[in-house]
């Protein structure tokens, strides 16, 4: 059996189109949607709408972790535009129908922290499976999948304008991982709450890990944890006891999907 991962597409649906070339079975680890680049502040839906000195600006104030300033900054930018909240869900709609129709068949996805999970029931057909929540058996072993990104614990989402990121509260959160039960392989968008996992090297800070993945993993002791989030991480994977964790890669950088045989 031959499964290729991916994670973080970041509206990359070309590269995603290739992604299942020579697999049995490709696995989307969230965040299709392309909110913003960071490589060309032009691109994504802050550089197309906003323009690119506002997607530039807001690269720079979330790298710096300047969490205040970001929220009241892009508050201010949306609303200068018309119905912000129709131009978002429309740009978000028009990226979902190039990303979901390039996936070969079959797919099994969920969504990460930019998406926005209460549109995909409109791109479901056969072949793709909406995976967030559920236990699937693929090759005789049984994967469970849960997408979205955990909030720190006690905080609440916070909206910053018309596009709020897929958050979940932490007991929440914790509440679906739990509700998977063993599993032979775990996929998640972010990943275990190994700090060498959770850390990237280019924003110098931890990114949102889940302590309830790490949880499961000591418990029960799965093949591997499969995950993204972590665009350039201070480890690609680690081995927590038997388990394999592993980031599968920022696939909008990369364009190369991960291969995992049994």
Do not use: K
């Amino acid at each position: 059996m031959r499964v290729h991962v991916v994670a973080d597409v970041h509206g990359d649906a070309e590269a995603l189109a290739r992604a299942g070339d020579g697999a049995d079975a490709l696995l989307v680890l969230g965040d299709l949607v392309d909110y913003i680049d960071y490589r060309d502040p032009t691109g994504g839906i802050l550089g197309r709408v906003l323009g690119p000195e506002v997607s530039t600006t807001f690269a720079r104030l979330r790298t710096a972790g300047a969490r205040d300033e970001l929220i009241a900054f892009i508050r201010d930018a949306w609303s200068r535009v018309h119905d912000a909240a129709a131009v978002v869900e429309g740009a978000v709609r028009e990226q979902y129908a190039r990303l979901f129709g390039a996936m070969s068949a079959p797919t099994w996805a969920i969504p990460g922290n930019v998406d926005v999970p209460r549109l995909w029931p409109e791109f479901a057909r056969p072949g793709l499976c909406m995976a967030d929540g559920r236990v699937e058996t693929i090759g005789g072993l049984r994967f469970g999948f849960v997408g979205g990104a955990p909030l720190p614990p006690t905080q609440e989402v916070r909206r910053s304008g018309p596009w709020t990121p897929h958050l979940l509260p932490a007991e929440e959160y914790t509440t679906a991982v739990a509700a998977l039960g063993p599993v032979d392989v775990l996929c998640s968008h972010v990943p275990p709450a190994v700090p060498d996992l959770a850390f990237d090297v280019v924003t110098r800070r931890a990114e949102a890990a889940s302590s309830a993945l790490l949880d499961v993993v000591r418990r029960d002791r799965p093949r591997a944890a499969l995950f993204g989030h972590v665009h350039q991480p201070l480890a690609q994977r680690v081995r927590v006891d038997r388990t394999e964790c592993v980031n599968v890669g920022y696939f909008r950088g990369t364009g190369a999907p991960y291969v995992l045989r049994w």
